[in-house]
Each structure stands twice: as structure tokens, then as C-alpha cells.
């Protein structure tokens, strides 16, 4: 994910063990006209809540060409339903933290900033706990994890594809759709079914339908993508 485009008045001045405490009372006006990231991840969450690929999931699920969850012409988002959210137990990472916002500063320290609640939020901030307890609470630990790993990748890709560039070596497939942030295409970035798909059939393996697994595969693929583009 990326956490970068905060308001510079923001101050983000919690660790991970300052205290803190947030009830939210599940009110939903904090549900619109927002615009939700979804990360390789959570689109593989939400989409199997759906019952669905990862690449029907960005096709009918997000705006347009982007990871960014689809809002409906009254600006509610994609998944909010009359009895709140519809996708509680897949909910994204960033609606996970809320109303925390997260920052790794140039020491790679994690810092952390109470967001500008919506005017009509009822939620009770306190100091009851701390934000470690807060994020494990929303279960928010595997969304870290490979937000993280994700993260890491995408880094790697996009220096070699500069060194490439340096070189002035050609452009690969799917080299632009690589440098739109949040978007997806023919690049294996985003879409896992289809990345994943396209390589079990290349290498004859059997698709798996474990989260987990595909996951693991999609990695492959990108490392894979990663050798390639260092060649
Ligand atoms: S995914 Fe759920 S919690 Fe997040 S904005 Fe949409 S309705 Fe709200
Ligand atoms: S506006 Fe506040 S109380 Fe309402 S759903 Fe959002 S966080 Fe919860």
C-alpha cells in the first residue's frame, strides 16, 4: 500500500505501543466517497467473498482501469450494504487501520496518526489500549504481512526496471501498466488469478484455490518477472 499523500498538518507522533483506543459505533458515514486501495491481497479476499476471479473482482469491483474500490452514483462504497459493510471480515487494510493513518519514516520506524474523523462519526476515541492491540483486534496482521512483501516487490521491479531503462534496454511487457500506480493490465502486478492461471499452465502445475498457495505462486511469477527484467 501506499501510505504517502497525507496531509502534511497531519502529526504522526504514535508508536506501536502508545496508547490507544477507537469504538467504532458502525455507523457507515465514514463509507463514502472514499477512495479504498486494494492491494493483490485484498482483492483475492474480497473477491472469493464474492465468488469470484480476482480479475472479475477489478473488473466490476474497483473504478475503472485502477485498485481503487468502485463507489456507487451516491458516492457509498462498493461494498456497504443497509446493515453496514457488506465485507466486514475482507475489509481492506486501510479500513482496517482507521482511524489510524500509517507512515515508515527515513529510519524505516513505523509512526502513526489519529485521521480527521468524519464530521458525524460517533466512534469513541480513548487510550484504553494501545495500537498494536487496536490493529490485531481488526485482524489486520496478515493484510501487514503481505501489504509488506507486496510493497517490497514492487520497489525491487521498478529499480530494475530504471537500471533497464539506464541501459537502454527495451521496454518489457507490461512495463507501462507496471508504472500506473493502482492500476492493472497484462502485467502480473495485480490480478493473482490470472498471473497465477498463465503460470501453473505454462510449468503444467495444477492451479490451487488455497489463498495461501496462490499467493505464493503469485510471488513466484513476480520474481520470476524480476529475473527477467534484470537480464
Ligand atoms: S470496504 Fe467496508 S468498511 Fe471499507 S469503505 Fe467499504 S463498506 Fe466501508
Ligand atoms: S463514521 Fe465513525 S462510528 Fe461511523 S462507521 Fe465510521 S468510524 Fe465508525
Known amino acids: 500500500m501506499d501510505y504517502s499523500g497525507y496531509s502534511p498538518d497531519l502529526v504522526f507522533n504514535l508508536d506501536i505501543q502508545s496508547a490507544f ?3 467504532c459505533q458502525v455507523c457507515s458515514a465514514c463509507c463514502y466517497n472514499k477512495a479504498i486501495p486494494v492491494g493483490p491481497y485484498e482483492a483475492l479476499r474480497l473477491s472469493r467473498r464474492l465468488g469470484m476471479t480476482t480479475t472479475d473482482f477489478y473488473r466490476r469491483c474497483t473504478e475503472q482501469g485502477t485498485a481503487i474500490l468502485r463507489n ?20 481492506p487494510l486501510v479500513c482496517r487501520l482507521f482511524p489510524l493513518g500509517k507512515i515508515v519514516d527515513s529510519g524505516g520506524n513505523e509512526k502513526f496518526s489519529i485521521m480527521p474523523l468524519h464530521p458525524d462519526c460517533v466512534g469513541l476515541l480513548g487510550e484504553d489500549e494501545t495500537v498494536e492491540s487496536y490493529f490485531m483486534s481488526q485482524g489486520s496482521e496478515p493484510y501487514f504481512h503481505y501489504d509488506g512483501v507486496y510493497a517490497a516487490l514492487h520497489k525491487r521491479i521498478l529499480e530494475a526496471l530504471s537500471r533497464r531503462r539506464e541501459r537502454g ?63
Open 21 to 23: 483506543s477507537f469504538k
Open 72 to 91: 456507487k452514483p451516491d458516492g457509498s462504497c462498493f461494498f456497504l450494504s443497509a446493515g453496514g459493510c457488506g465485507a466486514h471480515p475482507d475489509r
Open 169 to 231: 534496454t527495451g521496454r518489457m511487457a507490461g512495463e507501462r501498466q507496471l508504472h500506473a500506480h493502482g492500476t492493472r493490465g497484462d502485467f502480473p502486478w495485480q490480478d493473482v488469478d490470472a498471473t497465477v492461471e498463465a503460470f501453473c499452465r505454462r510449468l503444467g502445475l495444477p492451479k490451487p484455490d488455497g489463498l495461501e498457495e496462490l499467493v505464493a505462486l503469485h510471488f513466484e511469477a513476480l520474481a520470476e518477472w524480476l529475473a527477467a527484467a534484470r537480464a
